[in-house]
C-alpha cells in the first residue's frame, strides 16, 4: 500500500533525463555511466520513500540537484589519496608502508619500459630480479634472492618446491594467524607439506623437536609470532640451536621472520625484530618475510637464503603464478637502494622514520597545527593530550609508541560522524575515534599535508 503522502512523494522525484540534463556539455561525460548511477540514485530514494523515509529535499528542482551531486560522487575514482591522521605506521586498510621520494620517482619513470627483463649489454632476455638480489645480497649477506607477490606467496612457494610431501616441524607456540587468512596450518596444507606440531603453546624444548623426526621429515620451520606475545612461562628453540639440530639430520631451516627488518632497530628500543641478516648468521638456510612491513617498500615478499635453494624455488613452476610485476621491481630496488647506508635509512624510509620518531619532534608539530587551525576556526574546541602511536601490520604488536595526539571536540553530532565526515571529504582523512572525540596523530602526517590536513579539519567542523 502506498499513502497519500508517499504518493506525493513519488510524484516530486525527477526523470533519469532530467539528472542527465545537468551534465550535458561537462567534461568528461559519460552518457551510458552516468545513466546507470542515476537510475541508482533514483531507485534508492524510491526506496527511502517506500519505507516512509522523508525525501532529502523537498521541491523538484532541489532533488534534481540532490540527485545530480550524489551520481558526481559516486563517479569519483573509488581509489582515492589518504591522509593518514591515525598514527598507525603500517596500517593495513591504508596500504601498509607509504614509498620513500626514490621509490616514487622509480614508480613513475619504470611505468613506461624499462629494461625489467632484458640485459643493456646485448638487449637480450635476461632474469628480472637481478638488481633487487644484488641489493640483497650486500645488505643480508645471503648468497641468493628473489621477490615475490607478498610474504604468504614467499611461505606457500618455498614449502611447496621445498617440501612437497615431506614432514615439516613447528612449534605449537607459532602456529600463527595474520588477519586476512594467512594462516600457517592451512599454507601448509595447501603447499601439500605435511605438518608436524611440537611442543606447547607456551613451551617448546629442544628434545620436542629431536623426538619429531623421522625419515620423512625435510624442514624446521620456524615462524617469527609478529602480531602477538606470549607471556610468563614461555620459552622457544632459538635458531641457532635448531641450526645445529637441522644440519645433524641434515633438514633445511626455514624462518617465516614476518616484518623482516633490514637494519638493527635495537638502538631505538625496538628490540623485538632482529635483521634479516642475523636469521642468515643464526644459521637459518631460506628466510622470508613482507616487503610491505619493517622493510617500508612496496607489497611484496622477499626469499633470501642458500643459492641452491633459492634456485630450485625460482624456477618451480608455482614462481611465475606470485611473481612481481616492474613496478614492484624498480620500487623495491629503489627502497633498497637506501638501506646500503644503515643510518640514512631511517630517514629516508617514511615508514621507518615514522616509528623512530620521538614525542618531543611529534609535540612542537602538534602545536603548530593547533595554532594553525585556531587561526581558521577560531571557535573549534581542541587541546593536545599524550598518547600512544603504533606500528601496525602485526609489526611490535605490544610496542607503545609515546606521541602527542591533536584531541578535536565534535561542536555537535558525534564523533563517529566526524569522522566519517573526515573520511569522505579531499583528501580523505583517516583519524582515531575514542570516547567521542576525533584524535588526530601527526606522526604518521607527512610534513607537506599538514596544510591540507588543517584545511580539512577546519571545513569539517565549520558545516
Ligand atoms: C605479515 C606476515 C605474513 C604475511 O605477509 P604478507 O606480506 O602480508 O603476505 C606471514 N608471516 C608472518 C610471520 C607475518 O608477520
Known amino acids: 500500500m502506498t499513502t497519500a503522502s508517499q504518493s506525493a512523494d513519488l510524484s516530486l522525484l525527477p526523470s533519469v533525463n532530467d539528472v542527465i540534463e545537468l551534465f550535458e556539455g561537462q567534461a568528461p561525460f559519460a552518457h551510458g555511466l552516468v545513466v546507470m548511477k542515476a537510475r541508482d540514485v533514483l531507485s534508492s530514494l524510491r526506496e527511502r520513500i517506500h519505507c516512509g523515509e522523508p525525501l532529502p529535499a523537498s521541491s523538484k528542482s532541489d532533488l534534481v540537484s540532490w540527485v545530480a551531486d550524489e551520481v558526481r560522487l559516486s563517479l569519483r575514482p573509488g581509489l582515492r589519496r589518504v591522509i593518514n591522521a591515525t598514527g598507525v605506521v603500517l596500517h593495513t586498510g591504508l596500504g601498509r608502508a607509504p614509498l620513500s621520494d626514490e621509490a616514487v620517482d622509480a614508480l613513475k619513470w619504470a611505468a613506461r619500459y624499462c629494461n625489467v627483463q632484458a640485459d643493456l649489454e646485448e638487449g637480450k632476455r635476461s632474469r628480472r630480479e637481478t638488481h633487487v638480489e644484488s641489493l640483497l645480497r650486500h645488505i643480508t649477506g645471503c648468497e641468493a634472492a628473489l621477490v615475490v607477490n607478498n610474504n604468504a606467496a614467499a611461505t606457500l612457494l618455498t614449502l611447496t618446491a621445498i617440501a612437497k610431501g615431506k614432514e615439516v616441524i613447528v612449534s605449537r607456540g607459532e602456529l600463527v594467524e595474520i588477519g586476512g587468512s594467512f594462516r600457517i596450518p592451512e599454507v601448509m596444507a595447501q603447499s601439500g607439506a605435511i605438518l608436524v606440531e611440537v611442543g606447547c603453546?607456551?613451551?617448546?624444548?629442544?628434545?620436542?623437536?629431536?623426538?619429531?623426526?623421522?625419515?620423512?621429515?625435510?624442514?624446521?620451520?620456524?615462524?617469527?609470532?609478529?602480531?602477538?606475545?606470549?607471556?610468563?612461562?614461555?620459552g622457544s628453540v632459538s635458531l641457532s640451536r635448531l641450526s645445529e639440530l637441522a644440519k645433524a639430520n641434515d633438514l633445511i631451516l626455514v624462518h617465516d621472520m614476518g616484518s623482516g627488518s633490514l637494519i638493527d632497530l635495537e638502538a631505538y628500543g625496538l628490540g623485538d625484530e632482529p635483521p634479516a641478516r642475523r636469521s642468515l648468521e643464526d644459521g637459518a638456510d631460506l628466510v622470508t618475510f613482507s616487503g610491505d612491513k619493517l622493510v617500508g617498500g612496496p607489497q611484496a615478499g622477499v626469499i633470501i637464503g642458500k643459492q641452491s635453494l633459492v634456485d630450485g624455488i625460482r624456477t618451480h613452476p608455482l614462481a611465475r603464478a606470485v611473481r612481481v610485476d616492474k613496478l614492484v621491481l624498480a620500487t623495491m630496488e629503489a627502497t633498497l637502494r637506501s638501506f646500503t647506508d644503515p643510518r640514512s635509512a631511517v630517514e629516508r624510509i617514511p615508514g621507518l622514520a615514522m616509528i623512530t620518531m620521538g614525542r618531543e619532534k611529534i609535540r612542537k608539530r602538534a602545536s603548530r597545527f593547533v595554532r594553525r587551525l585556531r587561526r581558521r576556526a577560531p571557535h573549534i574546541q581542541i587541546r593536545l593530550i599524550d598518547g600512544i602511536s603504533k606500528v601496525g601490520s602485526g609489526a611490535f604488536p605490544v610496542q607503545e609508541l609515546p606521541t602527542v595526539l591533536v584531541e578535536v571536540s565534535p561542536p555537535q553530532g558525534s564523533a563517529g560522524d566526524l569522522a566519517r565526515r573526515l573520511r569522505k571529504g579531499e583528501p580523505s582523512v583517516f583519524a582515531r575515534v575514542a570516547q567521542d572525540k576525533v584524535l588526530l596523530d601527526l606522526r604518521t602526517v607527512f610534513p607537506e599535508e599538514e596544510k591540507e590536513l588543517v584545511a580539512s579539519v577546519a571545513e569539517v567542523l565549520e558545516c
Not at 620423512?216 to 617469527?224: A, I, P, R
Open 201 to 234: 603453546t607456551n613451551q617448546t624444548h629442544l628434545s620436542d623437536y629431536v623426538n619429531a623426526i623421522g625419515e620423512n621429515t625435510g624442514v624446521l620451520l620456524k615462524v617469527h609470532t609478529s602480531n602477538y606475545k606470549i607471556q610468563g612461562f614461555t
